[in-house]
């Protein structure tokens, strides 16, 4: 299973994104691309645009996205060090990278801070050795998700996988507002969106409060403290094609695929929220 899709989706195999002519430019449609609607132009067009339109369209904070190519890996730098010294480095025509282009242009504070902590961690430690933190870190950039809550009751049926409750007793909570999606991050997530039939599971951090750009802020501020992100059970799973609203056929049966809507695991503590 990715961290992106539901197991018997893929498999263990690496995801293969469709080529840009066939993607249907109706899937940009659906509510996990709705903070990227200024970008539509660059997802949508028919041919890709060049990392220097990007750059030249992008505010990237300072950064500038270069060809991943053979002399700029020959710097021996890690992928984390070179984007601290201003170069994201990005494939051309390549879905993946440019959605986490436009992560950067439209969430920079939760990129720097990620970026920061990663080379705090690498800096650490030896070569090679991988830590929870960076596990945890790289999760949440590839699959992230931020989800608000109003009040930190609406979690008792997420704590406990009560899908049901969560999604079809909850949906006017999630209709109300009462509990939604403040942001997708992960640009592994918007990739595999790409493919309508994938079942997308969502590593969330969970904030309660009411108004989605401060909950964006208050995270950027939790990983550049270390507060959160520092281990992968930090983050909540979620399937994020329970939500009302976000998969066509949200019927009874749908609800009981249990290899999607998976129990929780005994003894799991559910994270608290970030406030």
Known sequence: ???????????????????????????????????????????????WPALSALNQQLALSGKQLVEQDDELLADGL?????????????????????????????????????NARQCQDIGRHPPGQRTRAQ??????????????????????AWDHHDWQALFVDGAAQWRSGDIAVSAVFGHALMEQALLPSRLLVGKCVVVQGDDDALV??????????????NDPLELRPLPLMGIPG?????????????????????GRVCPLTVR
């Open 1 to 47: 299973m990715t961290d992106a899709a539901a197991p018997g989706a893929v498999g263990r195999r690496r995801f293969i994104a469709p080529a840009r002519a066939d993607v249907d430019r109706a899937s940009f449609a659906h509510p996990l691309f709705a903070a990227f609607a200024d970008y539509r132009t660059l997802m949508a067009a028919a041919d």
């Open 135 to 156: 596990a945890a870190l790289t999760q949440f950039d590839e699959t992230g998700v931020i989800v608000r809550v109003r009040d930190a009751s609406l979690l008792h």
């Open 216 to 229: 964006v802020q208050q995270v950027a501020q939790a990983i550049a403290r270390a507060d959160v992100l």
């Open 78 to 114: 890690h992928y984390e060090q070179r984007i601290a010294r201003g170069r994201i480095a990005t494939r051309p025509c390549n879905w993946h990278d440019l959605f986490n282009a436009l992560v950067w242009a439209r969430y920079p504070a939760v990129k720097i801070a990620l």
């Open 246 to 266: 976000w998969h066509a056929d949200q019927d009874h049966a749908f609800y009981q695929r249990i290899e999607y809507f998976r129990p929780a695991r005994a």
